[in-house]
Nanobody, 124 residues
């Protein structure tokens, strides 16, 4: 059973950086697409970034140039480096995995497994 565990969230000030991690203990992620999503209070969940099994990355426009997704298959972990954070980045961030994920866009299509989320409040 694939279980995704996010970590690294926490309160930061505008302009600061944060790195989120998502680990799948004891489960190989090599052949899965991996993604990061977020849901702000009162808003729908949106895709932030994803990475294919081959390493191709995609980003939502608001994250381009500020966020970087990466994966370490040896550690069964996916990361989201977030720089120059803004108050509008405030949300609960979720990681997700799926064999057919991240094929065309950062949408939620193809994801079968989801983490519980980690909160990222950004103060102004």
């Amino acid at each position: 059973q694939l279980r995704l565990v996010e970590s690294g969230g926490g309160l930061v000030q505008s302009g600061e950086s944060l790195r989120l991690s998502c680990e799948a203990p004891g489960y190989g992620l090599d052949f899965l697409g991996l993604g990061w999503f977020r849901q702000a209070p009162g808003k729908e969940r949106e895709g932030v970034s994803c990475i294919t099994s081959g390493g191709t990355t995609k980003y939502v426009d608001s994250a381009k140039g500020r966020f970087a997704i990466s994966r370490d298959n040896d550690k069964d972990t996916v990361y989201l480096q977030m720089n120059a954070l803004k108050p509008e980045d405030t949300a609960v961030y979720f990681c997700a995995a799926g064999i057919a994920a991240c094929e065309n866009s950062v949408s939620a299509t193809g994801y079968n497994h989801w983490g519980q989320g980690t909160q990222v409040p950004v103060s102004s």
